[in-house]
């Protein structure tokens, strides 16, 4: 007993790895729950993929992603359906939180973005912003002389055609070899002045209202470029004109967010970001401050809890990012937190029909992994077996679920969204550093001549897709919403 207070105490003074202390058996890989990955069985998973680069990150991917299909099959064997209201908003959190983010944002921007005509007349007249159309007479970058003029005799028909008064809209899907805006009428996007070519932009913008170029070349072909009169275009014009308004006020809104909020960086808060990523377990409960502001501050866990909530190559991205990109990842998360803050001391919520959507995919994907894992026969739809049996046998369907995946006979289906979390954060598992370089080594041992010139990075494995974008907050996680009635 004195030696390990010892050893506890030496391990705090020293800044330990409890983990390391804890779980550095080479014959064991990782650890959720009730169920082991013996680094042999690791081993033999490295191997048996196609297109595997076997090192450490392939390893702690495979290894990440045994726990939380571990974690999930002793779940579902114990009668667990993971489906109340409760797991469903800690899971998918991101997904509700982005919901009630861009509800509070689209109402704050809806009252600041009013257009009027003569702001819309202002800016078609302007200097900076051009609506063109255009009909594109195109050649080969290696055209010769011969087929650069077939394309100019026909570019010249078609100029005559335009100016005589025929539709430039009809001549353009009949003749113009632009694929992205042929089927438009040759309508291009209102685009500010060096976006285009600079032959185009060039003749593009001496035109008056309505005019018609003549042939223009470029390194694409012959242009004949017209400006539509306001008129013509005015609905298409206002609609960019309120998205360019609505990006304006977004920048300056979220900047005023920052300065009123005295967002302050961590002079360490890269190596924070990076010590996180890189033992994501032992800090999953650090509070140490990456940034603060006026009420709170994100810490490393918060940190960790938005990667989980993000795709997996975005951690890759983290990890090899300067210090200059994950400060601003940085200072972006910490916006999305104070964003939400304030959309929840306004009392926004989602609505039940946004519940009910979330809450039917949720289901669906729950029931789809477990339907694609067989975690229904044998002993599951047996009443009368134990615990230790349901177990033992998802233990069982997961090892040959994961055998059909690395053979590619089945693809790997994701939890949704952040259940993994949830479930780690409700469950006991680890992965062992000595166990994860035992694996490598047997699975090296294991491959074969033909697969040394292997692609770099994970598992060549089909993922399903998981739903929306990104997720728009750190910090606690939202409370469960009421199902709708």
């Known amino acids: 007993m004195r030696r390990l207070v010892w050893c506890a105490m030496a391990m705090v003074l020293a800044g330990c790895n409890v983990r390391e202390a804890f779980t550095a058996h080479a014959d064991e890989s990782a650890r959720a ?235 360490e808060a890269p190596a924070s970001m990076r010590a996180a990523l890189q033992d994501p377990e032992r800090m999953s409960k650090s509070k140490k401050a990456i940034v603060d502001y006026k009420g709170g501050s994100l810490t490393q866990r918060d940190f960790l809890r938005w990667v989980a909530a993000l795709p997996p190559q975005i951690t890759g991205q983290l990890k090899a990012a300067p210090d200059s990109a994950l400060e601003r990842f940085a200072k972006i998360l910490t916006t999305n937190v104070l964003l939400v803050r304030q959309a929840d001391s306004a009392g926004v919520t989602i609505t039940p029909e946004e519940w009910g959507s979330v809450n039917q995919y949720y289901r669906f994907a729950v029931d789809s992994l477990r339907s694609e894992m067989d975690l229904s026969s044998g002993a599951f739809a047996d009443p009368s077996s134990s615990d230790a049996d349901r177990v033992k046998a998802a233990s069982m369907k997961l090892d040959a679920y994961l055998d059909e995946v690395v053979a590619g006979r089945k693809r790997l289906r994701p939890l949704p969204l952040t259940l993994g979390q949830v479930l780690r954060d409700e469950s006991k598992w680890s992965i062992s550093d000595a166990g994860i370089n035992r694996a490598l080594e047997v699975a090296r041992s294991k491959q074969t001549k033909d697969s040394t010139g292997a692609a770099q990075g994970q598992p060549k494995v089909q993922v399903m897709p998981a739903p929306g974008g990104p997720p728009v907050q750190g910090g606690t996680a939202p409370p469960a919403p009421a199902a709708p009635r």
């Open 33 to 267: 729950g009730t169920l082991e990955l013996p680094a042999e069985r690791l081993g033999a998973l490295l191997a048996g993929g196609k297109n595997v680069q076997l090192n450490r990150e392939t390893a702690d991917f495979v290894a990440n992603i045994w726990v939380d299909y571990a974690l999930f099959a002793q779940r579902v064997a114990k009668g667990d359906s993971l489906t109340d209201s409760a797991t469903v908003a800690q899971a998918m959190w991101p997904q509700l939180t982005e919901m009630r983010a861009s509800h509070w944002h689209d109402s704050l921007m809806s009252q600041r973005s009013t257009l009027s005509p003569e702001m819309t007349d202002a800016m078609y007249n302007g200097k900076d912003v051009r609506l063109f159309q255009h009909i594109l007479l195109n050649f080969k970058p290696n055209a010769t002389p011969e087929e650069k003029a077939g394309a100019r005799r026909r570019g010249e028909d078609v100029l005559s055609r335009a100016r005589k008064g025929e539709s430039f809209a009809k001549l353009a899907s009949q003749f113009s070899g632009d694929p992205g805006s042929k089927g438009e009428g040759g309508y291009l996007p209102p685009s500010p002045r060096g976006r285009w070519v600079p032959a185009f932009d060039s003749a593009g913008w001496s035109l008056p209202p309505g005019g018609i170029t003549g042939l223009v070349e470029s390194p694409f072909g012959f242009h004949i470029i017209r400006r539509p009169p306001l008129d013509e275009v005015r609905g298409q014009f206002e609609t960019f004109q309120k998205q360019d308004l609505a990006q304006r006020l977004d920048s300056v809104y979220l900047d005023s967010l920052a300065t009123g909020n005295g967002m302050k960086l961590s002079t």
